[in-house]
């Protein structure tokens, strides 16, 4: 019987198209039944469209179907891969990172952790736990990975929501180790053994080895990693190359020299002084940079790159407003993959999963979604236990309060959690000006928020 495989959110190229070429390329998946679900019926038609005329002239054997109606796209689903969003994207980020800003709180970036990462996730977690109710009601054993942000509030609600489902987090950070290790290190990034953990986009690298040698590379790692990172060029080069040469380059979480002519950085640390303090500080090599890592320190604000954030965000509108996504053959991301190692049972270990914490990482509660490896297998996905130093676990815990008390708020409609979330939240350090700005977000966000009460 044919694999059933349905993307939820399929009328987003950037989305639908990158998905669909990830499983285009698997042998594995040869004869598989692709169901395109989206809310928008002429989005849907252009994906549609070209999926249908791809595999027609790559004489690929897939079954293509679209539809508006999650319920029917839903049965006999053995994988359903979530990527959606709600609304104008970028204006409401907009309104996520600057309001709470102009209320004194000093957030970074305003997407995942913080106070706008808070109402991300009231907005987008809401129609993901409806896509999930009708998950757990018509297809209750298939596997759910979800691509949306902010991951790990989402993961975590979810998992309180509806604790059978097989729900799990994927995020592409984690492959920023094979785009650099290699060159630093001067060595394949097949010949290095390596584990990550943490929360998403909040990880850092634990072990790394010599699988040649059998010898610790993370020596190595503290040697080489600033003289490295402290010339490697970042999004205000890659911004600047774009403006003069009026080019936009494919750099989706990449930061490549050969893009750029294989120049250095025109600024130190570029979009990495908050990484560089982390680096020193704590003697671990975070997983991704600034923009990301600082959505949950206090005192991110303080030494963060604030114009390569700026100039990130900058590009990263411009990039998706003006490239034309494709099809391509060929894998960019790891869900094709763990659903390969699914069907196949590999046994192989993936590098990043956010799945609920069932004591992989020891410092932090079960009910929190943690990104740590797992291994992949007919039965599924088993999370790997990560020892995770002390100081970096200190920085995880500040988030137990505030993914609870997300939760808490979206599954109860509550205006008064949310008060309580901010108030909890380590980035926040203001109290009597939280109800107004809760106000003022509820009316500024409506409908998305008006179940807030």
Not at 207 to 217: L, N, P, T
Not at 316 to 322: A, D, K, P, V
Request: glycine share 8%.
């Amino acid at each position: 019987m044919a694999t059933k495989i349905v993307l939820v959110g399929a009328g987003s190229a950037q989305f639908g198209y990158g998905t669909l070429g990830d499983i285009f390329q698997s042998t594995t998946l040869y004869g598989s039944e692709i169901v395109l679900l989206d809310i928008n019926p002429a989005a849907l038609a252009v994906t549609e469209k070209t999926a249908r005329d791809f595999i027609a002239h790559e004489d690929l054997p897939f079954i293509i179907s679209a539809t508006t109606d999650r319920r029917e796209a839903l049965r006999g689903a053995e994988f359903v891969i979530i990527s959606i969003e709600v609304g104008d994207r970028f204006a409401l980020w907009d309104l996520d990172w600057q309001i709470p800003q102009q209320y004194g709180i000093q957030q970074v970036y305003g997407e995942n952790g913080g106070p706008g990462g808070l109402f991300h996730s009231l907005r987008i977690i809401p129609p993901i736990l409806d896509i999930c109710a009708d998950i757990a009601d018509i297809c209750p054993q298939a596997w759910v990975f979800n691509y949306s942000n902010p991951m790990s509030r989402i993961c975590t609600t979810v998992h309180r929501r509806f604790p059978e489902l097989n729900f799990v987090g994927m995020c592409h950070e984690i492959a920023s180790l094979e785009r650099y290790l290699p060159e630093m290190l001067g060595t394949s990034f097949d010949n290095l053994s390596l584990r990550a953990g943490g929360l998403n986009h909040f990880s850092v690298l634990l072990e790394a080895r010599y699988k040649d040698s059998g010898e610790d590379a993370y020596a190595d790692v503290r040697a080489k990693a600033p003289d490295y990172f402290s010339r490697l060029p970042g999004y205000s080069d890659i911004l600047a190359y774009t403006r003069i040469h009026g080019k936009v380059l494919e750099t989706e979480g990449a930061t490549e020299r050969a893009a750029l002519g294989g120049r250095d950085s025109a600024w130190e640390w570029s979009d990495r002084t908050l990484f560089k303090e982390i680096l020193q500080k704590f003697n671990y090599l975070p997983i991704t940079s600034d923009s990301h890592f600082g959505e949950y320190i206090r005192w991110a604000s303080e030494v963060s790159d604030h114009r390569g954030i700026l100039d990130f965000y900058t590009f990263y509108r411009n990039y998706l407003g003006h490239v034309q996504p494709s099809i391509e053959l060929k894998m960019k991301e790891r869900v094709v993959a763990i659903m390969e190692g699914i069907i196949n049972d590999s046994g192989y270990e993936e590098a990043a999963v956010n799945i609920p914490n069932r004591g992989f990482i020891k410092q932090l509660p079960e009910f929190i979604a943690v990104e740590v490896p797992a291994i992949i297998d007919r039965k599924g996905i088993h999370g790997i236990p990560v020892e995770v130093p002390s100081g970096i676990a200190g920085l995880l815990c500040n988030q137990i309060g505030i993914h609870d008390l997300t939760a808490e708020a979206i599954l109860n409609g509550s205006r008064d959690l949310v008060i309580q979330a901010l108030l909890v939240d380590s980035v926040n350090d203001k109290c009597r000006a939280i109800p107004e700005l809760v106000d003022v977000m509820i009316s500024r966000q409506s409908p998305w928020l008006d179940y807030l009460k």
